[in-house]
């Protein structure tokens, strides 16, 4: 939220416990309560989304496209992997909907079930060689039905984090939901890597492979009741009401005019998007296909840079508070830009080249990503600021990261990693263009 200019009936810079107090002055729902239930909510949406990832490489090249070769099953694998993205901005017109209609509790409870029980349903689908092309369009369907859910979720928990936060800790308060993002990869690869080293490649490939899928469901029947305990209180409409956060109808929010806002918000956050897949999804392919390490190794080598990338999103908490958040996120879109050049290096640099890749990419990424979130929402009227949010985030996931795996992975497999530096360095320009114009059109409105 750059730039971002609290509401005229903000209490300002005082205790955010004073903004959560109901209106017969007790409190209910707390700031770390809040906290607590967008880092689950998060954390378990990205635990789904990063299993299908892991799963894109060392899975379904040989359980849903074994007629292929293993890059061209990776390939193949990862174009599914965007089918989510594609489909989560439908996601977020549909829970839109229903909330307008139902209200909120109702809405997460569809998509969280929707959620684990598409991410169950990949664990029990038979393979290629059990039902042939079918069941490449059963994982297919699975996955858009994911992107679906994780789109019907948004319950706006962050901007309401951000909107009662004082002013000296909004750059804090901004970053803690973005903390999920580490914390989900933390938990899908340690399992992953677990499950790897403890089974041969042959029962990894027949059976082995399913249970993260299942894990999924118990992670997000807690995120739901944690969700849940929140939203349902009657604190959590007041608050929701008194800052005009309201699930506005999509075309109406386009007819006002702003729905330039949610490009120009996709745009500014595209550098830590586009970085966002190729330290997490995409090293695993380029390592497994083109390394030397063994696969349990670097995917305990990815989980040590997301824990790096947990303690960076916690400075950027920091910087933020302190340099401003356009400059933090600027400053790390010309270090996203510098990492580019070095990235081509790094990848062909061997194991060890490869682990630095990693380290460093994740590093920047707590850095960047932690500041991404709602990077220029200032610029929504009160109206249609939670809608603008989710639909900012949606579509910079769709420009910024629902391709990046299958793009890097195909132009370096064709060109060389130096594809990668490219796709890197498209991003972190995107980001510091949107950046300037946001500025400009702060100052033209001033």
């Known amino acids: 939220m750059t730039g971002y200019a609290p509401p005229s009936h903000n209490m300002g810079p005082g205790s955010i416990d004073a903004n959560l107090a109901d209106v017969h002055g007790h409190e209910h729902v707390t700031p770390g309560e809040i906290a607590a239930g967008v880092i689950i909510g998060r954390a378990s949406e990205y635990f789904d989304f990063f299993v299908f990832g892991i799963a894109c490489v060392l899975v379904f090249p040989y359980v849903y496209f074994p007629f292929l070769s293993t890059l061209e099953g990776m390939l193949a694998a990862f174009a599914l992997f965007a089918l989510a993205f594609i489909a989560r901005p439908i996601g977020t017109a549909l829970g839109m909907t229903v909330q307008r209609h139902w209200g909120m509790a109702v809405k997460l409870t569809i998509a969280l079930f929707l959620l684990g029980s598409a991410t169950v349903g990949i664990a029990l689908l038979p393979s290629y060689e059990s039902i042939g092309m079918q069941a490449i369009w059963y994982l297919a369907g699975l996955r858009v039905a994911q992107g679906l859910a994780v789109g019907g979720s948004w319950e706006g928990l962050p901007s309401l984090l951000a909107m009662n936060a004082p002013k000296e800790k909004r750059g804090w308060y901004a970053m803690i939901g973005q903390l999920g ?27 082995g492979w399913r249970y993260p899928f299942c894990v999924a469901f118990a992670i997000n029947v807690v995120a739901l009741f944690a969700r849940l305990r929140l939203v349902a209180a009657d604190e959590y409409t007041s608050m929701f009401k008194n800052l005009e956060l309201s699930p506005s109808r999509t075309f109406e929010m386009t007819r006002s005019g702003e729905g330039k806002n949610v490009f120009l918000g996709a745009l500014a956050a595209l550098a830590s998007f586009a970085l966002f897949h190729l330290v997490t999804v995409f090293p695993l392919s380029w390592m497994t296909l ?12 990815q989980v040590l840079g997301a824990v790096i990338a947990c303690g960076a999103m916690v400075l950027s908490g920091w910087m933020a508070d302190k340099f401003g958040r356009r400059n933090t996120l600027g400053s790390m879109a010309v270090l996203i830009g510098l990492f580019s050049f070095a990235a081509p290096m ?4 061997g194991t060890s080249g ?10 920047l990424l707590g850095l960047s990503y932690g500041q991404s979130s709602g990077t220029v929402t200032a610029n929504f009227s009160r109206k249609y600021r939670y809608v603008g949010a ?4 949606d579509l910079a996931w769709l ?8 793009v890097a992975l195909y132009l370096s497999s064709h060109f060389g990693p130096v594809a990668v530096g490219g796709y890197l360095l498209s991003g972190a320009l995107c980001t510091l263009a949107a950046l300037g114009l946001n500025r400009a059109l702060e100052t033209k409105r001033k």
């Open 390 to 393: 989710a639909y900012s985030a």
């Open 346 to 349: 790094l990848l062909d640099g």
């Open 290 to 301: 083109y390394g030397d390490a063994p696969i349990t190794q670097i995917l305990w080598m």
């Open 354 to 363: 490869q682990n630095i890749f990693i380290l460093m990419g994740f590093a």
């Open 181 to 207: 993002a580490p914390i989900g990869f933390v938990i899908a690869a340690s399992v992953f890597a677990f499950i790897h080293s403890q089974l041969s490649h042959e029962e990894f490939i027949a059976w």
């Open 399 to 406: 420009l910024g990261a629902a391709f990046a795996p299958l």
